[in-house]
């Protein structure tokens, strides 16, 4: 079955290290995207990337990073920069790019928390 | 900065009456506007997807699109207990979304 894979669905951080959420997909789409929601809040969008080797910054990007070497991999680090990182964070994925283009797949989601 | 504001909640029905659910975007040259529900915990699913002005329909779902005036709305009609969630506003180019909206459906 064709989907969208984030792991952990659960992570514990202490203050100051760093954690990487992992994202995969195997529907071949060009576009990926994560995205930070906090409790009774909407969707905040981090960082997205339309094509391998290639992203940009979201709204709420500083104290991340992400990488895409492969078409099915956008990993997002939380570095110990994010002072507040405790939030559900969803990865999502579309075909095309733009404009006309089809609806977000999202993964189950991972809950950081910081103790 | 491309914006995406959705009307303030949250939103309580009595069983059985219409939810009326709205969306106002800063991008002219959005194309594609999506409503997804989020249940409590869970990620977002897709109820609707609209591309062209007017009306789409889907069951109890009605999608409304007006581009000169920059709004996209959701109607729920009979609503029901399970449709209580929040519902999210989406709009292409870079896919950002409203904050979202809470609906409360009373028995």
């Known amino acids: 079955d064709g989907g969208i894979t984030q792991s952990p669905k659960y992570l514990f951080r202490k203050e100051g290290q760093n954690v990487t959420l992992s994202c995969e997909q195997n529907?071949?789409?060009?576009?990926m995207y994560w995205y930070r929601q906090d409790p009774g809040q909407g969707l905040r969008l981090i960082y997205y990337s339309q094509i391998v080797n290639d992203f940009q910054k979201g709204d709420i990007a500083e104290g991340y990073s992400v990488s895409r070497e492969k078409k099915e991999s956008f990993p997002l680090t939380v570095t110990s920069a994010q002072k507040n990182p405790t939030a559900f964070y969803l990865c999502?994925?579309?075909?095309?790019?733009?404009?006309?283009?089809?609806?977000?797949?999202f993964g189950e989601g991972s809950r950081l928390t910081v103790l | 900065q491309k914006e995406v504001e959705q009307n303030s909640g949250p939103l309580s029905v009595p069983e059985g009456a219409i939810a009326s659910l709205n969306c106002t975007y800063s991008d002219r040259g959005s194309q594609s506007f999506f409503w997804y529900r989020q249940y409590s915990g869970k990620s977002p699913e897709l109820i609707m997807s609209i591309y062209s002005n007017g009306d789409k329909e889907d069951g109890r779902f009605t999608a409304q699109l007006n581009k000169a005036s920059q709004y996209v709305s959701l109607l729920i009609r009979d609503s029901q207990p399970s449709d209580s969630a929040t519902y999210l506003c989406a709009v292409r180019w870079d896919m950002r979304f409203g904050a979202g909206t809470r609906l409360t459906v009373k028995p």
């Open positions: 529907l071949n789409h060009d576009a």
């Open positions: 999502a994925s579309t075909s095309g790019q733009g404009g006309n283009s089809g609806e977000l797949f």
